[in-house]
């Protein structure tokens, strides 16, 4: 069996710690390397080697990837949408220089995989509301979205263009309670756990029937590793794979928190955010990642809520000394 080194780049972010730390346990500790342009996330913090590196710097990349002996990167660095519509072009420099730093690395250096995730983001008005198929009308209203789409075909294109076996999927908002969110339109619905378990009440950023597609980070981890580690010949999709596990609006995550905490209370002032919220699907049909590698989720609102309050009540605990 072939040895493989694996790059994560953005390692310090939301998903890159939990995603890091789960394939340190496939992989062994040393032959996955995080990377990131802030500090190591105090959880990365002994559990394997770290570099500090700005992705953007193409040479520097270029260095490590041969230094370290990299086979696979795992490229999680952007900009999300929430920040994304403040500064424009950065987003767009960001989101679309690193992908095509980390491809033609991949092609110079025969990697034998790349993972670059997408986003519901690619989403915008024109495409249908409910049930969101993989293949629809496409037209993203936001500078993250554009980005994620552009990215999708440059995927594509490297992978029949040049061989390259890059895979990706298009995240719902994500849930986790290890590590804080990246300034997304779907983190109300981490927000909301902090201030239930710390101040007991909640000002929500979006209106409270404002429906979005969300997963629980364990099973976005899953996700990722099984698209990553399936069989090439049963990936179709060379752009980015729907997946979807539950869907919910800030009035029903909230309802699901009150049967733990009767006294949570929330407020709604919808912001900047609503617009980009309301130009996203409220579902998604992931109809073709199910039949082509077998995808399916562990946790609904309930499961996921129940675990969230559990877990991060323990890690506010700890954090706060008690
Ligand atoms: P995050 O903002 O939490 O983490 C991104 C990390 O990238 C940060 O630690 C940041 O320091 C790092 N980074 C930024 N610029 C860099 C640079 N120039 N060089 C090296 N590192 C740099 O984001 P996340 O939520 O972990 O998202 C990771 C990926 O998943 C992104 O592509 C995002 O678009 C995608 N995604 C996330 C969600 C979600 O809900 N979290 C949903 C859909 C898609
Ligand atoms: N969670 C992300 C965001 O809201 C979606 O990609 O930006």
Known sequence: MIKERILVIGASGQIGVELTLALRKIYG??????????????????????????????????VQVIRQGITQIYLLAAILSATGEKNPHL?????????????????????????????????GPTSPKQNCPQQTIIEPTTVYGISKYAGEFWCNYYHHRYGIDVRSLRYPGLISYKSA???????????????ALEEK?????????????MMYMPDAIRATIELMEADAS????????????????????????????????????????????????????????RKDWGWKEEFALERMVKDMLENLGNQLAIDNGQ
Not at 261 to 274: C, G, N
């Open 29 to 62: 500790n040393a032959n996955v390397i995080a990377s990131d342009l802030r500090e190591e996330n105090d959880l990365l913090k002994g559990t394997g080697p770290y570099v500090s590196m700005d992705v953007m710097n193409k040479e520097m990349l270029h």
């Open 234 to 289: 049963k990936i179709s999709v060379r752009t980015s794979y729907n997946i979807s596990a539950m869907s919910f609006s800030p009035k029903e995550i909230a309802a699901a928190i009150q049967k733990h905490i009767p006294a949570f209370a929330v407020s709604y002032k919808p912001d900047y955010r609503q617009p980009i919220a309301d130009s996203w699907p409220q579902s998604i049909d992931d109809t073709v990642a």
């Open 181 to 195: 969110p990246g300034a997304g339109t779907t983190d109300y619905a981490v927000e909301i756990f902090h201030e």
């Open 201 to 213: 009440k909640y000002k929500c950023f979006l209106r409270e029937d404002t429906y979005l597609p």
């Open 91 to 123: 987003a767009w420099s960001l989101n679309m220089q690193s992908l095509l730093n980390v491809l033609d690395i991949a092609k110079e250096e025969n990697l034998h995989k790349v993972y670059w995730p997408s986003s519901i983001a690619v989403f």
